[in-house]
């Protein structure tokens, strides 16, 4: 094998050059890194939403709770299914709750945006345990008060004791609450009869949420309310329900890689250049080599290497720049609903991204190295 | 001469195809050489020296004749075979003497090792030896650039020994220095030959580098002309019929 200080002291020769390759890849594996951690995050805030003991019913044809509505009566019936867990009182664990998107008008500037709002009951902390307070107190029933999430109060920077004018009435800021990073984290929280009666949805449910006492029987209970004759409603356990709304992300995934393979053509490109112009100005040390008895496999490694070691340390620096994107929070939509989200760059991502800087040196690299492996060495001496 | 040559050339032919015209430019090429030989091969551009050299260094296929060396013949092996009897038996020494500029006189001498199933501590101790052995015991990690026309050559020297080669081919050695650096080069190669009792084919257009050489065999138009013996003063003329 050709020394490897043979590779690193050329590199070293050029490192104009080098760089300018290497910085090629920085980009675009920074830009890929990115587009990932990115939607890694909205992923990993739909997937911690879901509690595995969680059936959540909607009304039936409706995919996501911003369409689905429900009645009292059938609402009180899935209450009572066979499977649901009870409280200490012999209550179900039951979550009967309204989801509104709603317009609010912040006191300074003009411009609405959507807040997401939740009206529960009490039961709704039992069902949903993964969600506490990280400050202030709950809402009070009958009381026109809400808690936020900890995604609301650091997109739109509210604090405990702000009023927010949401459709007719004044509503107080009474705590933040947090729930592992899931998509609760991206709403407001409140009395459910107060949103009811606010907007007049009295006796109307976008959902209900089940509890059942293991994650076993909560698939079972969710595919007997599937199937079952008397009720009609769709019903999914959490998990499977924020695996789906995660899947609306599948298109940007594709388009993500898409747009990396594109990137990653120039970046292709740009080391094919870089080694084919070594290779013509080093013909007759690879002629040398030959000659010395190194066969030509030595000669095509020695060259891919050459080629891979600049997109290694490209793409490290990439995978640098774009890890610095880790836990930079944003907000985004998906499908009907808005949902907040950190990035987040984690072990499989920087594994992606490392494989594809070295793929794209490995595939810019390989020509220039079989022409490097085919030089003649009587030619090139001559 | 001695009885077992170390290499034999038998009725060796090279030709080039340039476009559909044929180059002949070896034909019926026959001799032999001894082993401890220093060999001079002279001859106008073009006559046909440099691609001798190629055959007899392994670095070229005849198109006809066959071409032994040490008893193996070396005409029938194939690229990759042929690349690994190289490194063991022929060291190169080149006119521009091609060191590879990114790595020290050390490194570059340290090469044709590296082929070699060799422990690293016996590559330093040949390494070391063979740059003691041309004088540049003193230079190891200076690169090429850093070094005089003169003592890269030398460093091309040691290359060519460390191997510890039965043969040692040099093309042009000298065509590249001055006067005096081309004489402390050939009195290398001559004390190689003389101490070390290696086989030197040299080419050269010099006629006081071939005065070194103990035999000296011309070429013209691709047919040796002529096997001069420089100290037992015997002459020998061949007249080999052009075809």
Same mark, same amino acid.
């Given at each position: ?54 059936? $959540? ?23 009572? +299914? ?52 990280? +400050? ?49 984290? *991206?709403?407001? /929280? ?15 449910? +976008? ?13 079972? !209970? ?34 993500? /890689? ?35 008895? #190194? ?7 020695? #060259? ?7 997109? &290694? ?17 944003? *907000? ?8 907040? #989200?950190?990035? %987040? ?38 | 001469?001695?009885?077992?040559? =170390? ?15 044929? $180059? ?6 026959? =001799?032999?050489? &001894? ?21 007899? &260094? ?5 198109? *006809? ?55 690293? %501590?016996? %590559? ?5 030896? &063979? ?53 402390? $080069? ?5 004390? !190689? ?18 005065? %070194?050489?103990?035999?000296? =065999? ?26």
């Amino acid at each position: 094998m050709v020394p490897l200080a043979y590779n690193y002291r050329n590199l070293q020769v050029r490192w104009k050059t080098t760089l300018m390759t290497a910085f090629g890849f920085t980009l675009v594996v920074a830009a890929l890194v990115i587009m990932l951690a990115f939607l890694n995050g909205i992923e990993a805030a739909c997937i911690a939403s879901g509690e595995p003991e969680n059936v $959540i019913l909607l009304s039936k044809g409706n995919q996501d709770e911003v369409l689905s509505q429900m009645e009292r009566p059938l609402v009180a019936q899935v209450e009572n +299914s066979k499977g649901v867990a009870v409280d200490a009182a012999g209550r179900p664990l039951a979550s009967r709750e309204l989801f509104l998107a709603v317009h609010h008008r912040p006191p300074e500037g003009d411009e609405f945006h959507f807040l997401q709002v939740r009206g529960v009951l009490p039961a709704a902390f039992r069902v949903h345990s993964q969600l506490h307070l990280l +400050s202030g107190r709950t809402f009070r029933p009958g009381q026109s008060e809400v808690m936020i999430g900890k995604g609301v109060q650091r997109t739109h920077h509210f604090q405990i004791g702000d009023t927010l004018e949401i459709g007719r009435k004044q509503w107080q800021i009474v705590g933040v609450f947090e729930s592992r990073g899931a998509a609760f984290e *991206s709403e407001l /929280w409140c009395d459910l009869n107060e949103l009811a009666s606010q907007f007049r949805r009295d006796g109307l449910y +976008s959902t209900v949420v089940l509890r059942a006492e293991t994650p076993q029987g909560a698939e079972e !209970l969710a595919e007997r309310l599937r199937n079952s004759r008397s009720v009609s409603v769709e019903a999914l356990t959490e998990p499977k329900y924020y695996q789906k709304q995660a899947e609306q992300t599948r298109l940007l995934q594709t388009a993500a /890689w898409v747009i990396a393979w594109f990137m990653g053509l120039g970046a292709l490109f740009g080391v094919m250049n870089t080694q084919f112009a070594a290779i013509g100005q080093r013909s007759k040390e690879i002629a040398v080599l030959r000659i010395l008895g #190194f066969p030509a496999r030595a000669i095509l490694l020695s #060259f891919l290497i050459e080629a891979l070691g600049i997109a &290694a340390v490209g793409g490290s620096f990439g995978v640098a720049l774009g890890a610095a994107a880790n836990g930079v929070t944003r *907000s985004f939509s998906l499908g009907a609903r808005s949902i907040d #989200f950190a990035f %987040r760059v984690d072990g499989p991502i920087v594994v992606c991204a490392g494989i594809f800087a070295l793929l794209m040196g490995l595939l810019g690299g390989l020509l220039p190295a079989l022409s490097a492996m085919r030089v003649k060495p009587l030619e090139a001496l001559r | 001469m001695s009885a077992q040559p =170390l290499i034999v050339v038998d009725n060796v032919a090279k030709e080039y195809m340039r476009g559909s015209e044929r $180059i002949v430019v070896l034909r019926d090429v026959n =001799l032999e050489i &001894a082993a401890a030989d220093f060999v001079a091969l002279i001859g106008p551009s073009g006559s046909g020296k440099t691609t001798l050299l190629n055959l007899i &260094a392994g670095l070229d296929q005849p198109t *006809s004749g066959r071409i032994w060396f040490d008893g193996l013949e070396i005409s029938k092996l194939d690229e990759a075979r042929l690349a690994r009897w190289r490194t063991n038996a022929v060291g190169f020494v080149f006119q521009f003497f091609h060191l590879i500029p990114v790595l020290t006189a050390y490194e570059n001498v340290e090469l044709p090792l590296l082929l070699l199933n060799l422990t690293a %501590r016996r %590559r330093r101790e040949q390494v070391l030896m &063979a740059l003691d052995l041309v004088g540049l015991s003193h230079r190891l990690h200076h690169r090429p650039g850093q070094l005089s026309g003169g003592e890269q050559q030398r460093v091309g020297i040691a290359r060519a020994l460390v191997t510890d080669p039965k043969l040692i081919v040099a093309d042009e050695p000298t065509g590249d220095l001055d006067h005096v650096k081309s004489g402390e $080069i050939l009195d290398l190669l001559q004390s !190689l030959q003389q101490e070390l009792q290696k086989t030197i084919l040299l080419v050269t257009h010099d006629p006081a580098a071939a005065a %070194r050489a103990r035999r000296v =065999l011309r070429i013209d138009k691709g047919t040796l002309v002529e096997d001069r013996s420089m100290h037992s003063g015997r002459f020998r003329l061949f007249e080999w019929t052009v075809q």
